[in-house]
């Protein structure tokens, strides 16, 4: 009972994590930087998306859809977005990892909505398959909730 008591509070406790976070970063196989946002667009509204970054007072913007707006020449075709389900973007950005600032703020905004990380260089997360299952859709974790409470019922 105690210990059904403890993985239930372990995958409750990530299951709320994972709900809060809307936007993270993190360092590819291949040295590619990964910020995915998931952030929820708004109902009736064209999605449209933006990636930037910020060091220090200035703001760079990586990549847009919004119409009249452009990124910065040192990022055209270094970065790509990709739509994720049910709802975000993910953008994966080359040849920029070694010369990340310090600290960076990674900025993300969605059909107006923004969501803001600040992360030190050093402290860059290698995505792989547990952080990609932890930031998944909750079904996960709601699934796997449900398989414990009934094999210990």
């Not at 414990?148 to 019922?153: A, D, G, K, N, R």
């Given at each position: 009972m105690l210990k059904s008591?403890?993985?239930?509070?372990?995958?409750?406790?990530?299951?709320?994590s994972v709900k809060s976070e809307l936007i993270s970063v993190c360092v590819e196989d291949d040295n590619d930087l990964r910020?995915?946002?998931l952030v929820e667009p708004k109902p009736n509204k064209i999605n449209s998306f933006e990636f930037s970054w910020s060091s220090g007072n200035k703001e760079s913007l990586i990549n847009t859809n919004v119409s009249?707006?452009?990124a910065e020449a040192k990022f055209k075709d270094k970065s790509q977005v990709e739509e994720l389900e049910p709802h975000g973007y993910r953008m994966t950005l080359s040849g920029f990892t070694d010369g990340l600032p310090h600290n960076t703020?990674?900025?993300c905004k969605i059909s107006g909505v923004t969501a803001s990380v600040n992360v030190e260089r050093e402290q860059l997360a290698t995505c792989s398959a547990v952080s990609l299952f932890l930031k998944s859709s909750c079904s996960w974790m709601v699934c796997l909730l449900l398989f414990?409470?009934?094999?210990?019922?």
């Open positions: 008591l403890f993985v239930y509070g372990v995958l409750g406790a990530l299951l709320i910020v995915d946002c009249g707006s452009s703020t990674y900025l414990f409470y009934h094999t210990h019922s």
